[in-house]
């Protein structure tokens, strides 16, 4: 008899839990599936400036041979949050002394033609003053 008690007790107790504790307020939920956290009646607001493509660009190994893709230069660093960076990753900064910042992807393609035609067709759409340079041992060669 006292097992049974037991049970009855346990499950009043499972039914008298608010159901308000198994629901999700959808309205916290942002566009990328995840729940914003809250603390008491304050919800932690994200910025609306900020950017939700953060990519992080690095700078080109100070030893790279090869080319790359040049797909923009400034005199100063660009915001994280640049458009550039909506549409490309993995992109690699030099700086100059001369003309600052110069961003740009590295590929690999068997040849230089196979590199224009990228150029061309996926790159220029979205980063119209871009262009093919080659590094040597670190040093730029235009």
Not at 69 to 97: A, C, M, W
Request: proline share 6%.
């Amino acid at each position: 008899m006292p097992i049974l008690k037991f049970i009855y007790l346990a499950i009043f107790c499972v039914l008298s839990i608010p159901t308000s504790f198994a629901q999700l307020d959808i309205s916290k939920v942002d566009e990328n599936g995840f729940i914003q956290p809250s603390y008491g009646d304050q919800s932690v607001e994200t910025s609306k400036k900020a950017a939700y493509y953060y990519r992080h660009h690095r700078p080109l190994p100070a030893k790279y041979s090869g080319y790359i893709i040049e797909l923009t230069h400034s005199k100063l660093p660009l915001r994280r949050d640049h458009q550039l960076f909506k549409y490309f990753g993995n992109v690699f900064y030099d700086k100059n002394t001369q003309d600052g910042y110069s961003y740009g992807i590295k590929l690999n393609f068997d040849n230089k033609k196979e590199m224009q035609r990228y150029l061309k067709e996926v790159v220029l759409p979205n980063a119209p003053k871009a262009k093919i340079v080659k590094y040597k041992k670190g040093v730029r060669k235009t």
